[in-house]
């Protein structure tokens, strides 16, 4: 684009810079607050609390979808005070993230019993009444929440999990300290720090040029074939978990490979979901299914993948009696990937 290009383009390098300009300003604040326990407490005064019970976060139903209300630090306070439990397990909060105002946002678990609030947990039914909300599973609620708040709530629940399953160094023994934004832990009679960790999953829907593979283990709801998916294996590359899982799952060699996008998945326990397009070689396409690892695998037409696509509810599909499977849910990423090979199905060479 030329530097010279008149008042709309340069309208719009102005907007672009703004833009960018306020999501870089986040980033540092909020990147200020993970590692500066000082500023972080003092964003804890004018921040939002979402709050969960056992990991499951606070929600208000509102028509067709939860909504998660937030709480001031004054509230929760309060919240506390009323049912006589000191203040020391706000200690306990993550930072979540933050609004483009600088409101930092931070998640709770009232219920959990960690260093700083043994013997703290407060009863479920008792909050639920005063907040006027439910704790309702992730699993039940997350596909009921817009994308801005299942997103937060996924990580929240992540974040707060493994603080509860990190509480003591593997070294020493010894209760480790969680910093205020709970970035990390650390043990303070060997300064080891822990950080929170992220389980890498390549999910890859591999295709033979005309048909996609679809695959179902015994886990998954009734009906519902996804892409495949498996997690790496330390010292793997991407490239290498996805030829090794597709020949330890169904037998096949991948010809090409195309990384398409990633995702935070929270089920069942947090991890890294890398999404990748793959065909396998040509003439090479008979399946041998691993079946302690699926219950089944097969070839489906664009066709059938994408009528089924066009009516992706469970319950639509026993109505009509005409479709025999189901897909994932818009907002996980097995779903994009298989819209997008219905859409646009191509795929460059895997790197040597
Ligand atoms: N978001 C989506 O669209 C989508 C779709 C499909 C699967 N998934 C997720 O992908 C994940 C992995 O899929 P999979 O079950 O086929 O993997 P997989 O094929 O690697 O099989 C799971 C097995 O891997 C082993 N394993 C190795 N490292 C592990 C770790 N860090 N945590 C847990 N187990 C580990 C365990 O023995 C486990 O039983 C699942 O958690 C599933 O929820 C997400
Ligand atoms: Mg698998």
Redesign the pocket.
Known sequence: MSLYCGTACRRKIFWCYRLLSTYVTKTRYLCELKEDDDACKKAQQTGAFYLFHNLAPLLQKSEHQYLAPQHSLLELERLLSKFGQDSQILEDSVLIGCSEEQEAWFALDLGLNSSSSINASLQKAEIETALQGSFIKLTKALFELNVKDASLLSTAQALLRWHDAHQFCSRSGQPTKKNVSGSKRVCPSNNIIYYPQV?P?V?TLVSDGTRCLLVR?SSFPKGMY??L???CDIGESLEETVRR?IAE?VGLEVDRLHYSAS?H?P???S?L?IACHATVKPGQTELQVNLR?LEAAAWFSRDEVATVLRRNNPSNQQQSGAVPFWL?PKL???HQLIKEWVEKPTCSPLPA
């Open positions: 389980a999953v999910i283990q996804s892409a998916a498996g997690f899982e799952e995702q998945w089920f069942p326990n991890t979901m690892e994932p996980a990423i097995a």
